[in-house]
């Protein structure tokens, strides 16, 4: 194996695939070899030409940032010597390759795959067959989790499980947060992985159950039932009576086979590294593609994490009306930041620093490689549910669970989580962990799903996308995932204003 990748023949700066010792040499393919003037930890990029002070330095075939020093050949750059670039609100311009867009859009459902799953009424299909009970707010939050491990002593027939998704919000908030709680649990209590749903209010909060119902529209009242607490001489006695109604009138529910076509996933990364940019993330952005050449959707979120890479997301766009609400994404986001008084370019992490990503444009370029290639064909906005095939762009914060749950709430069935760095968490719906290096499957192989890591070791990415695409429609008609083993299920709701 190389101990170095040049990603793009523009690029001044190489990736170190294992840790580097100063004085060690390395071989370029134009034949000159340049030695590591200190050490560089593995992940980490080492100049490989002059990069005089306030000059870009390009990875992946863009500018990353900018080095505060003069740095030789040889040199390791990182936060101690690169800056971002960016700053504040643009303008921005829409520059489509039309050719490669008319062509993708051809391709768009012309392949075939298939899956099984539960076919909802609405429509939409889905992977799971669970009881979800969601409180209205976070006061019953105690009595969802009561009601969950009574109710699991209740399942049978096609029930995979009861949940209760916990959430500290539904009262003592004001304006757009209210709005987007109520839109979020709505969105759920919908959820086609969910064959049926105990709705748990108080009765005294701001988003309780005669507030919330209008949000549902049309429901199967069968499905979906509501119990508030106040009203009730005893909540668990009456709770698990509902549980059981709901049990009773899903538990019939069976798999069937259906189009990959109606398969929407979520694109996520979290605790990324230097090895997230060139494995795992462009590893998800085949699978984005592969989903669509077969009529399937893909939504990309992480805002914050788009900053920098906008671009290229900009010129996919499949026409003007698009972009254009792309750019009121990405502005309005920045504006969400300087209202606040923060730095919009705060970022990366401290656990993505230490794996190797120095600015954010770095992690952005990165990042964003899980959209793949096909057509940006919707802009969402927070809560919003998709109804558009192809890739979809999500407004929601770079938070993994945030982020992670309003993918759930627009529609996505599973999440693929790509990471560098490790992590349990799960999401609503099923949450499949992608490393992008074999150190840390091999180190919690209990949270790791699948290892992009193969493609340093020399493995194509055709024949891992391959093995990953079968991974998803497995899960899809039904096999367990490592969070869902574990018993694990996460749900954040995005807070933006005053608490009461």
């Known amino acids: 194996m190389s101990k170095y990748l040049k990603i793009n023949e523009k690029d001044n700066v190489v990736v170190c695939l294992e840790a580097v010792k100063a004085g060690d040499e390395i071989a ?28 870009e330095v390009i990875k992946y075939g863009f500018p990353i940032g900018r080095v505060t020093e003069n740095t030789e050949p040889g040199s390791w750059i990182h936060t101690h010597n690169t800056k971002t670039k960016l700053d504040g609100i643009l303008q921005y311009e829409y520059r489509p390759d039309a050719e490669d867009i008319s062509g993708k859009l051809k391709m768009m459902g012309k392949e075939k795959s298939f899956f099984h799953g539960y076919v909802r009424d609405d429509g939409r299909v889905g992977i799971r067959n669970e009881i979800w009970i969601i409180p209205t707010v976070g006061c019953v939050n ?28 539904g009262c003592s908030q004001t304006g757009g947060d209210q709005e987007y709680t109520r839109t979020i649990l709505s969105d759920l209590i919908k959820h086609p992985n969910a064959g049926g749903v105990l709705v748990v209010g108080l009765g ?34 009456d709770g698990i009576k509902l549980l059981q109604e709901i049990i009773d009138a899903a538990s019939g529910d069976r798999r069937e086979k259906v189009s990959t076509s109606k398969l929407v996933i979520g694109l996520k990364c979290g605790g990324s590294d230097g ?61 969400y930041f300087t209202k606040l008084g923060e730095p ?36 969402l906005d927070y809560g919003e ?23 759930a709430a627009s529609g996505a069935q599973i999440v693929l989580f790509t990471t560098g760095r490790g992590t349990p968490f799960a999401c609503p719906v099923p949450t499949l962990k992608i490393s992008s290096n074999n150190r840390i499957r091999d180190k919690k192989n209990n949270w790791i799903d699948f290892s ?6 020399g493995k194509s990415f055709d024949e891992l996308a391959k093995e990953l695409f ?15 083993i574990a018993g694990f299920h996460d749900m954040a709701i995005w807070k933006r204003g005053v608490t009461l």
């Open 470 to 484: 079968d991974m998803i429609l497995n899960a899809a008609s039904g096999e367990k995932l490592k969070s869902e």
């Open 344 to 379: 919009i370019y705060e970022n990366p992490s401290p656990g993505n620093k230490a794996g190797g990503i120095t600015t954010l444009e770095d992690k952005s370029l990165g990042c964003t490689q899980k959209s793949g290639s096909f057509p940006v064909m919707n802009v």
């Open 385 to 407: 549910v998709t109804d558009t095939t192809g890739l979809n762009l999500l407004c929601a914060p770079g938070n993994d669970l945030c982020a992670a749950t309003a993918l």
């Open 452 to 457: 992009a890591g193969d493609i340093l070791e």
């Open 28 to 55: 370029l393919s134009d034949g000159s070899v340049i030695k590591a003037r200190e050490d560089i930890p593995s992940g980490h990029k080492m100049s490989v030409k002059e990069i005089r002070h306030d000059q």
């Open 204 to 237: 005294c909060e701001n988003s309780n159950i005669d507030v919330l119902k209008p949000y549902l529209g049309n429901f199967d009242e069968n499905r979906i039932k509501f119990l508030v607490c106040q009203e009730s001489d005893d909540e668990m006695e």
């Open 142 to 169: 105690n009595i969802a989790t009561a009601l969950a491990k009574e109710g699991n002593h209740m399942v049978k027939g096609s029930i995979d499980e009861v949940v209760a998704f916990t959430h500290n919000y």
């Open 275 to 335: 090895f997230s940019g060139i494995t795992a993330n462009p590893l998800v952005g085949r699978i984005s593609d592969m989903t669509i050449r077969r009529g399937g959707t893909s939504i990309l979120t992480e805002v914050p994490e788009m900053f920098g890479a906008e671009t290229l997301l900009m010129n996919r766009c499949k026409d003007k009306n698009t972009f254009n609400d792309t750019v009121d994404m990405i502005n309005n986001f920045k504006e």
